[in-house]
Structures are given as structure tokens and as C-alpha cells.
């Protein structure tokens, strides 16, 4: 009786070590990492995505860096003009007495100057802006080109190794 157990069991373990060997070859990804490799190509779509990208945040930097131009300049008007006014006023006041006339222009000149103030203000965060979405557009670049030279490896044939 013992020896047809014995006989029984052989058969069994065999059968059970081929089941978990064949059923390894098809355990997840997660669970049997050592076993697989993962291929990351980079493709023409990729690339084109990384340039369309990069495209698109320098022209956002360009229209940016223009706006800060102008309000740059917007700014600079301002501060000029703020400023003859003020030596006017200034010049108005030392020839006599003070009038309300003289109070409502030298009012008038504090106001432009205070706005000319807030442009400078509006075109120095306009420029801040502008580095900061060009700083992103050149990285955006890099990223691209770095994406490409990934595809020429991942693709020597590619249309992009002309």
C-alpha cells in the first residue's frame, strides 16, 4: 500500500513542478520585474509633441516679452511726463503765494506720478513673467531635443535622420 502512494506522489510533484514553472513565464509585470524588460521607445509622435510643446511656450514668451515692451515704454512715457509736471508745479509754487489752483496741479502731478509708478510696476512683473515663460520654452527645447536624439537612437531609419 505504502509503495503505490510513493508511486502516485512522484507523478503529482512532477505535475506540480511544471505548473509553477509554466505558469512563471506569465506572472504581471509588477510581480515578476527581474524577469521582463520594459522598452520605452521614443517615436515620431513623441517627438513632434515635444516640439509642438516647445513651439507653443516660445510663442506665448514672445507675445509676453512684447507686452513687457510696451508697457515698458507706456511706463517710461508716463514717468516723463509725471515728471514735467511736477518740475511745472514745483516751479509754479515757488513764484508766490499758494492758490487752490496751484494745489489741484500739484495733486495732479502726485497722481501721475503715483500712476506712472504703477506701470513700471505692471511692466516690471509683465518682463518677470516673460523670463519665466521663456525659461520654460528653452527647457521645453532641450526636452525636444533630447527627445529626438532618443529617436534616432531608438529608430536609426527614422524620416528625422535626414
Do not use: Y
Not at 502516485?8 to 506540480?16: A, G, W
Not at 518740475?87 to 492758490?99: A, F, N
Not at 523670463?131 to 527647457?139: W, Y
Amino acid at each position: 500500500m505504502v509503495h503505490r502512494r510513493q508511486r502516485l506522489c512522484i507523478p503529482r510533484i512532477f505535475f506540480l513542478v511544471f505548473v509553477v514553472a509554466f505558469a512563471h513565464g506569465f506572472v504581471p509585470l509588477s510581480t515578476n520585474q527581474k524577469c521582463r524588460t520594459l522598452l520605452n521607445l521614443v517615436t515620431e509622435d513623441d517627438v513632434i509633441q515635444k516640439v509642438e510643446e516647445a513651439e507653443a511656450l516660445w510663442t506665448k514668451a514672445h507675445d509676453a516679452r512684447e507686452r513687457a515692451n510696451a508697457l515698458s515704454d507706456q511706463a517710461s512715457e508716463e514717468a516723463e511726463a509725471a515728471s514735467g509736471k511736477a518740475i511745472e508745479v514745483e516751479r509754479k509754487m515757488k513764484e508766490g503765494s499758494v492758490s487752490m489752483e496751484k494745489l489741484q496741479e500739484a495733486d495732479a502731478a502726485t497722481m501721475a506720478n503715483i500712476e506712472a509708478n504703477s506701470m513700471v510696476s505692471k511692466a516690471l512683473q509683465a518682463a518677470e513673467e516673460a523670463d519665466l515663460l521663456e525659461e520654460m520654452a528653452e527647457q521645453a527645447l532641450q526636452e525636444s531635443e533630447k527627445a529626438l536624439t532618443q529617436h534616432l537612437k531608438d529608430f536609426p531609419d527614422s524620416q528625422f535622420a535626414e
